[in-house]
């Protein structure tokens, strides 16, 4: 792979997980930051193994390792139903080598972006497009939460301004989201027809957004108890859907009365295993959780029928995007990643700048020998002379830095203004 490569379509090789080590210092990529992605999802492994992965690495393990990482300035994840991604900025290609050392699971399912494609991955997810619901609003919402939950070394913030924005242009793009369309939705039509008898007893686990949604596209087909952990529904949700509510404590009594079961809990424990189900029932067991509330052994007791992430992303075909649509979307992203690619170059601009400045301070020290006293406001007009000469000479080589189009050539070409202005005696 090339040494910088910003707006291409890269995939980086996989390489073989090795023990964790300290930080080393990064190595310079011509003073540009790497905007980087790394996605484990449906996409590209199983639900097995990406219930495995989110339970070995938490959100505090994030925390954790961004705290030791001197060459990353910024990290988030995004975590949904069949997801999980690493959002990074960093300073050097050996610092994404770090990262993946750190990622749990295949190495090969995870899959590796960088720069424009990044933007174009986090604006599709944001608009639901890669969601198992394809354009389900409640993505946008954990969009949200990876962006107040960035963790951030950068003066001017990069990935909270990608993921407001992301959210913003599915804002615009869909306003109005029908409840159908969500996991909750797909969840209740496969259940539906899984059911053959009018007006089931389900129980819904779980009283969060997911939970009531489910909760409430049931009610008008089914009698419908929702099990809350802490507080219970509104009287209001109550009274509109009709359903039931109960403490967690009564769920084991009323599994052996109903049906079919949905959890939509985020505990993702796998607290509902073969031991904790009626013998000689038919029962129907919905699992909207990753990590897994319900443990998949369930399958082998006889009369029991369990549907997973898995089982509805299989079931729903994928849609295509008109092409006006895709044109436009993608439109929004590319001008996303310029008003952003400032920021990634900044280094490299202030990098030649200091440099710049080390040179005026050095020949400004060396001539003053030669000026005699000077008054202070001479000290300070010839301060301010010294600086505009420098900045005027070196405003069209910064803007061509910043100009400079993604790719290796462009990286030989920061590195080269570096070495011209680098460390050094500065007399000719």
């Not at 008008?220 to 509510?245: D, K, N, Q």
């Amino acid at each position: 792979m090339s040494a910088l490569s910003i707006g291409s379509e890269a995939v980086r090789p996989e390489g073989t997980l090795v023990a964790p080590s300290s930080p080393a210092p990064p190595t310079p990529t011509g003073g540009a930051l790497l905007l980087v992605g790394l996605e484990h999802s449906l996409d590209s492994s199983s639900l097995d193994a990406l219930d495995r992965v989110q339970r070995a690495f938490p959100p505090e393990r994030l925390a954790t390792l961004f705290d030791r990482r001197n060459g990353t300035e910024e990290a988030t994840m995004l975590r949904t139903c069949h997801r999980l991604e690493l959002l990074l900025v960093v300073s050097s290609r050996e610092e994404v080598d770090r990262w993946r050392e750190e990622l749990p699971g295949d190495p090969t399912s995870w899959r590796t972006r960088e720069g424009v494609d990044v933007v174009r991955h986090v604006y599709s997810v944001a608009a639901g497009r890669e969601s198992v619901a394809f354009g389900e609003r409640e993505i946008r919402d954990q969009v949200r939460r990876a962006r107040s939950s960035t963790r951030s070394r950068h003066p001017r913030p990069i990935l909270r301004s990608l993921l407001e924005g992301a959210v913003r242009a599915a804002d615009a793009a869909a306003p109005v989201v029908p409840p159908e369309r969500s996991v909750a939705g797909l969840a209740v039509a496969r259940l539906l027809s899984l059911l053959d008898r009018p007006s089931p007893k389900v129980l819904v686990i779980g009283s969060g957004a997911v939970g009531r949604r489910v909760a409430t596209l049931l009610a008008p087909h089914a009698s419908v108890t929702l099990a809350y952990r802490t507080r219970p529904p509104e009287r209001e949700f109550l009274g509109a859907t009709g359903c039931r509510a109960v403490p967690l404590g009564e769920v084991p009594d009323e599994i052996a009365r109903s049906d079919a079961v949905v959890t939509a809990a985020k505990s993702g424990d796998g607290f509902l295993g073969p031991e904790g189900l009626p013998e000689g029932r038919t029962l129907i067991l919905v699992d909207l959780g990753v990590p897994r509330n319900i443990n998949p052994a369930v399958r082998s007791r006889p009369g029991v029928t369990l549907v997973d992430l898995g089982d509805l992303r299989a079931a729903v075909a994928r849609p295509r995007l008109p092409m006006a649509e895709e044109i436009r979307s993608l439109g929004e992203a590319d001008a996303c990643f310029e008003r952003l690619r400032t920021r990634l170059l900044e280094p490299s601009v202030a990098a030649v700048r200091r440099a710049a400045e080390a040179i005026r301070a050095a020949e400004l020290a060396r001539a003053r020998p030669f000026l005699g006293s000077l008054a202070a406001e001479q000290e300070v007009a010839v301060e301010r002379l010294t600086r505009q000469l420098v900045a005027r000479l070196l405003q069209p080589a910064t803007d061509r830095l910043r100009a400079l189009p993604p790719g290796p050539e462009s990286d030989r070409l920061r590195r080269f203004a570096l070495e011209l202005l680098g460390p050094g005696d500065p007399r000719p």
